[in-house]
């Protein structure tokens, strides 16, 4: 079982940057892939970006690639996703998911509550 937990959203201006927070607590260690994704009311969830648990390798959403970093801190057992150059269209519930080296390719099997990401223009 993992538990994640994202914190960090909030409201940002257009073109300015805020960094959500994914922590993992639980059988940490099972962890192989942990994506970002993001659901706006009324739309269905997107994908946004992923990383594996050993921060060798990092996807991104054609919508988010080159202003949304992903990043792993192994110490603190927290995967970052910093966005940068934030558009109005970024505001959503942004939620972290975790999948297992045993998760079928493109599933995932634990999900945070997700936090909120408002973009104002």
């Known amino acids: 079982q993992v538990q994640l937990v994202e914190s960090g959203g909030g409201l940002a201006q257009a073109g300015g940057s805020l960094r959500v927070s994914c922590d993992a607590s639980?059988?940490?260690?099972?962890?192989?892939?942990l994506g970002w994704f993001r659901q706006a009311p009324g739309k269905e969830r997107e994908f946004v970006g992923k990383?594996?648990?050993?921060?060798?390798?990092?996807d991104y959403a054609e919508a988010v690639k080159g202003r949304f970093t992903i990043s792993r801190d192994n110490a603190k057992t927290t995967v970052y996703l910093q966005m940068n150059s934030l558009k109005p269209e970024d505001t959503a519930v942004y939620s972290c998911?975790?999948?297992?080296?045993?998760?079928?390719?493109?599933?995932?099997?634990?999900w945070g509550q997700g936090t909120q990401v408002t973009v104002s223009s």
């Open positions: 998911a975790a999948g297992t080296l045993t998760t079928p390719k493109g599933s995932y099997d634990y």
């Open positions: 639980g059988r940490t260690s099972s962890i192989y892939n």
């Open positions: 990383i594996t648990w050993s921060g060798l390798s990092t």
